[in-house]
Nanobody, 125 residues
Framework: VQLQASGGGLVQPGGSLRLSCAAS????????MGWFRQAPGKEREGVSAISNTDGTTGYADSVKGRFTISSDNAKNTMYLQMNSLKSEDTGVYYC???????????????????WGQGTLVTVSS
């Protein structure tokens, strides 16, 4: 499985961005996909995740009500719509996937097997 994240950039506080994650390779086995971010000097943290089986979604408390995860199976692409961005949302955003059907915590990086290269999101005035 190969993942390609895109859509990052510089945005002012209160602005919006949409990240995309294109999946290729042996993707029929993917069970859960997620978005993670890593700010300078901090550990990678889970932002949001979506089940490819039933569409169930999950969000970190810090982004609930502002971010929306979705997927387009026909395009093998996952999205993260980010609204009302704050300076603390700044970081490198990674998409990830796992084909294990026994995921205990979809916002935990260690659950995932496949990672994209990351796209930088900078929220600053």
């Amino acid at each position: 499985v190969q993942l390609q994240a895109s859509g990052g950039g510089l945005v002012q506080p209160g602005g919006s961005l949409r990240l995309s994650c294109a999946a290729s390779g042996i993707i029929f086995s993917i069970n859960v996909m997620g978005w993670f971010r890593q700010a300078p000097g901090k550990e990678r943290e889970g932002v949001s995740a979506i089940s490819n089986t039933d569409g169930t979604t999950g969000y970190a408390d810090s982004v609930k009500g502002r971010f929306t995860i979705s997927s387009d199976n026909a395009k093998n692409t996952m999205y993260l719509q980010m609204n009302s961005l704050k300076s603390e949302d700044t970081g490198v955003y990674y998409c990830a996937a796992v084909d294990d059907d026994d995921v205990n915590n979809a916002l935990r990086p260690s659950e995932y097997d496949y990672w994209g290269q990351g796209t930088l999101v900078t929220v600053s005035s």
